[in-house]
């Protein structure tokens, strides 16, 4: 899995702005939870499986919690760990949380 590393706030108008062309995954992970690592580690898997080219941001929460903040107030959504959002034409288009992750209905919303 190609993560993009996001690590600034002003990429958020770049995953807007492309999200107009492709939709953009955004998976945020607290490096300090045993949950959300197993989430990655299945996220990871399933993507890889599904030899998907959606762009997938990687944030490290615990890093950049300010972005987190962002996010969820930019698209509406509670803060969680971990979490992915697929962002599709500027908005929220799949949203899920710890266990409820699953790569073929990001797809599927995709």
Not at 19 to 39: G, W
Request: hydrophobic content about 45%; some cysteine.
């Amino acid at each position: 899995m190609d993560w993009i590393a996001l690590t600034d706030i002003g990429q958020l108008d770049e995953i807007i702005r492309d999200s107009a062309q492709m939709p953009v995954a955004i998976f945020k992970h607290s490096t300090r939870c045993s949950v959300s690592a197993m989430a990655k580690r299945a996220l990871e898997r399933d993507w890889t499986a599904v030899r998907t080219s959606l762009p997938a941001y990687f944030l490290d929460l615990i890093a950049y919690r300010t972005i987190s903040n962002e996010i969820a107030r930019r698209f509406g959504v509670i803060h969680e760990s971990p979490q992915l959002l697929l962002i599709k034409d500027g908005k929220v288009a799949y949203y899920a949380s710890h266990s409820e992750i699953n790569v073929a209905e990001i797809i599927r919303a995709a």
